[in-house]
């Protein structure tokens, strides 16, 4: 089972409209692996990951994924939570939508891991850059998946934030399968058994 | 099943959450239709009987539904929260029925206030009436989510809208009218039901297919 | 998989003979109304557009409804066509069925003519199709949600008419009233001449838009691949 890849791409395309973002990408990723993707802007780095994810279809190509939604994580450009909501109702809603077994525990640790507890009650709105990118973190991470997609996750994050992220991203490597796109290549150098540069549109 | 309808009770409960806390649609909805009912007073000539008076209250009630649905996704566009529960493992249609039972909660709310102050101004409502009232919010709520959600992902959204939402909305107010004025109200209410059964089915199928690629 | 279309020369050829035929008949062959003279006429073009327009409609749904299930590539413009089409064969309804008014009753407009009514509110409905499709950027998102809406379409053609059919309990019917094709043979024949015909010219029509279309995109994507 260990031999079957994750992740296969084969001849992937993605325009939009008149405008191909992505021509003719071919990999495979293993369990356990972790890609770091770079590019310049506009290279396609963030619709690649929206592929992975389902987010969008490719236009061209096939790319299939092995595993199902419920074991795939995504921090994206944007926090995917309400702004008006805490950040503890927030992970109440994803929690239950991914059916996290013991939901209560594995929020309140996340929170712990990730420094926001003492801001668990705080609306998101209220909450600095930082804040809400450890948030999409802790929501991406609260249903511990399989696969884990990150986009450029750092740039948002504080000094302490982002130390929080190797960290967590550390303890994945082997474990989960990642695929991290990032204008900081040389942090993720010890963990990642992969690169793709994505050349400029 | 039941991890279902869990679900859309999760989704409905945070919709009626955030609008609690931020108090911003449905405050606007009850003066909106308060106001449009002033307005038809004085749009109506003076000896035209009570009839036309329904014809109006299915117009405000239609207009009123549609600020609140120009709302409705809001809180999921923000923060790209919509993705976040596109990507959940849970049934897309499940995010369809959570957010048509808030908005039909919103909009049972206004008219609370909108009906007696129709009774007050113009004329009296019977049961018919209020059973039209009942099962066209229904339509009204189930339809409008959906297209609703087609608005948001197109660039034009507040002035797409009414354009999509009013010739769907055009039975809905053929079979309102129908059961306040008509001398065989049961007609008009079983067509209402028909409408809400054929689109509320067709909405709960189609919704996966307008927030997916 | 598909197999080798007609010709569209030789359809349109057909077409065109078809409809020659039709006015043939129309004029020489049908016998001339008792009531309404020579404006009944119109009825042998009115109908037949109707019918093809709900037909387009239908197409379109059928086509919206493959692309939601089986992710064609060729759906898509196949879908927004057949809805192009119908909007132009609805709007030839309500124009027709406007003369016919005018012709028979002196109004340019009724609401007594449950038809009309309903061509009217599906006109605006489909209208709006256009304005939604281009308000979104091309792409999977836009084919998808274009064809829940063409369905949604189709949907509405029975729930319309017979929401109309009752509200004509409370709209006050005027006096007008417009009978029946009691057809003799001959009106009936040439009325199937007359649908036949605009059939198949609403058939060349959409092969000929379709293709217009589907060169359109390639033209592009060609751009794009030469594109440096």
Not at chain 1, 176 to 185: D, F, M, Q
Not at chain 3, 193 to 199: G, P
Request: aromatic share 10%; with cysteine.
């Amino acid at each position: 089972m260990a031999d079957t890849p994750l992740v296969v791409a084969r001849g992937v395309e993605r325009r939009y409209g008149a405008r191909r973002v992505l021509r003719d990408l071919s990999f495979e990723l293993g369990h356990g692996d972790a890609l770091v993707v770079t590019g310049p802007n506009g290279s396609g780095k963030t619709t690649l990951l929206r592929l992975l994810v389902g987010l969008a279809v490719p236009s061209r190509g096939t790319l299939e994924v092995g595993v199902d939604r419920a074991r795939l994580g995504f921090v994206g450009h944007e926090p995917l939570v309400y702004r008006e909501l805490t950040a503890l109702e927030n992970l109440d809603l994803f929690g239950r939508l991914y059916r996290v077994p013991e939901r209560r525990e594995r929020i309140g640790m996340l929170l712990e891991r990730f420094g926001l507890w003492d801001a668990r009650g705080e609306r998101v709105s209220a909450f600095s850059r930082g804040m809400t990118q450890r948030l999409a973190l802790c929501r991406a991470l609260l249903h511990e998946p399989e696969l884990l997609v990150l986009d450029e996750p750092h740039s948002a994050l504080d000094a302490q934030g982002a130390e929080l992220l190797d960290e967590e991203l550390d303890q994945l490597a082997g474990r989960s399968t990642l695929v991290v796109a990032t204008h900081e290549p040389a942090r993720l150098d010890a963990l990642s058994t992969a690169r793709l540069a994505l050349g400029a549109a | 099943m039941s991890a279902y309808l869990g679900d859309v009770a999760a989704l409905a409960r945070k919709d009626l959450r955030l609008e609690l806390r931020a108090r911003d649609t449905l405050p606007a909805m009850l003066l909106f239709v308060l106001a449009t009912l002033v307005v038809f007073h004085f749009a109506l000539p003076a000896d035209v009987g009570d009839d036309p008076a329904y014809g109006l209250l299915w117009v405000a009630l239609v207009f009123t539904s549609l600020l609140g649905l120009a709302r409705a996704w809001v809180p999921e566009r923000e923060a790209g929260a919509l993705d976040g529960l596109v990507l959940a493992p849970s049934d897309r249609s499940a995010i369809w029925l959570g957010k048509t039972i808030a908005s039909l909660a919103f909009l049972a709310a206004a008219e609370v206030v909108a009906l007696p102050a129709f009774v007050l101004f113009f004329a009296p409502l019977d049961a018919n009436a209020l059973a039209g009232v009942v099962l066209a919010s229904v339509g009204i709520c189930a339809v409008g989510s959906l297209v609703s959600a087609m608005a948001a992902a197109s660039r034009g959204r507040e002035v797409l809208l009414p354009l999509i939402f009013l010739p769907l909305a055009i039975p809905i107010v053929v079979g309102g009218v129908g059961s306040s004025i008509s001398e065989e109200p049961a007609k008009f209410l079983a067509f209402l039901g028909l409408y809400d059964a054929v689109f509320a089915i067709l909405s709960w199928a189609a919704f996966e297919y307008v927030v997916t690629e | 998989m598909s197999m080798r279309k007609p010709s569209l020369t030789l359809l349109a050829s057909l077409a065109t003979a078809l409809a020659a035929v039709a006015v043939a008949m129309i004029f020489f062959v049908a016998p001339e109304d008792a009531d309404q003279g020579l404006s009944q006429k119109i009825f042998y073009v009115h109908v037949p557009i109707a019918l093809t327009a709900y037909a387009c409609f239908g197409l379109a749904a059928w086509k919206a409804f493959r692309l939601l299930t089986t992710r064609g590539d060729r759906y898509d413009l196949e879908s927004y066509t057949g809805v192009h089409q119908g909007t132009i064969f609805g709007a030839l309804t309500l124009v027709t069925g406007s003369i016919w008014a005018k012709a028979s009753w002196g109004v340019w407009w009724t609401w007594s003519s449950n038809q009309l009514v309903l061509f009217l509110v599906l006109f605006l409905f489909y209208c709006a199709y256009f304005m939604l499709r281009y308000s979104i950027e091309p792409g999977p998102r836009r084919e998808r949600i274009s064809a829940v809406y063409a369905l949604f379409g189709v949907a509405l053609v029975p729930v319309s008419f017979l929401a109309i059919r009752l509200a004509s309990d409370f709209i006050h019917p005027t006096v007008f009233t417009r009978d029946g094709p009691q057809m003799t043979g001959e009106m009936f024949a040439a009325f199937c001449v007359s649908w036949a015909a605009i059939t198949l010219l609403a058939y060349v029509m959409y092969r000929v838009e379709l293709a217009g279309k589907r060169t359109d995109a390639n033209l592009r994507e060609l751009r794009e691949v030469l594109a440096p």
